[in-house]
């Protein structure tokens, strides 16, 4: 055994470091959620119902990623500036949905493959320097994230049934790590 005593940083210190404030993720877990059980509680439900509900998601969602790039959280610019792209991408994404719903269906996997993967890679940039739990579970998100985005791009052939359950459950899974995180970020506060 050695006399080194390992020291965990101040959870305060932490939260102030990390490159987006605690409700951003809050709310884009929150509309996830809801998209997934929707979803999921109704797997019948018409496509173009499911465009219009994911582009909102998306609009919303983008739109509290934009606003949490531009709040002072003592974050490098680099991780302020990833976080807006990928928040113009996600609304972007969310109008070209609610503009044209059929449009919109053809686009539907794409854009979710994009925003989770970008979103877990945001999520991993910020785990770099991240310390103790708070790097567990940045991480943690962020794979969830990036692997249901890559399943996405790796499976275009898949059935629209499919589509709306892998959608739900994805949407289901990330929404909760989400608010999993922010509800630790705001403990932590």
């Not at 582009?55 to 807006?84: K, N």
Request: with cysteine.
């Amino acid at each position: 055994m050695t006399d080194v005593e390992q020291t965990w940083p101040d959870p305060i210190v932490e939260v102030r470091r990390q490159p987006f404030p605690w409700w951003t993720l809050l709310i884009t877990g929150l509309l996830a959620i809801a998209l997934g059980l929707t979803v999921l509680i109704w797997p019948d439900i018409s496509l173009r119902i499911m465009v219009a509900l994911t582009g909102i998601w998306l609009f919303f969602g983008g739109l509290a990623q934009i606003i949490g790039a531009f709040l002072p959280t003592g974050a490098g610019v680099a991780r302020s500036v990833l976080s807006g792209i990928v928040g113009v991408i996600v609304l972007i994404g969310g109008l070209v949905c609610l503009r044209n719903l059929v449009t919109g269906l053809a686009v539907l996997a794409v854009i979710f493959a994009t925003t989770w993967i970008l979103s877990g890679l945001a999520l991993l940039i910020g785990a770099a320097t991240a310390h103790g739990p708070m790097r567990a579970a940045l991480i943690i998100v962020g794979a969830l994230s990036m692997i249901i985005g890559i399943v996405f791009v790796l499976t275009p052939s898949l059935s629209l049934g499919t589509l709306v359950l892998l959608t739900g459950a994805g949407s289901l899974l990330t929404g909760l790590a989400e608010v999993g995180l922010a509800l630790y970020l705001r403990k932590s506060s």
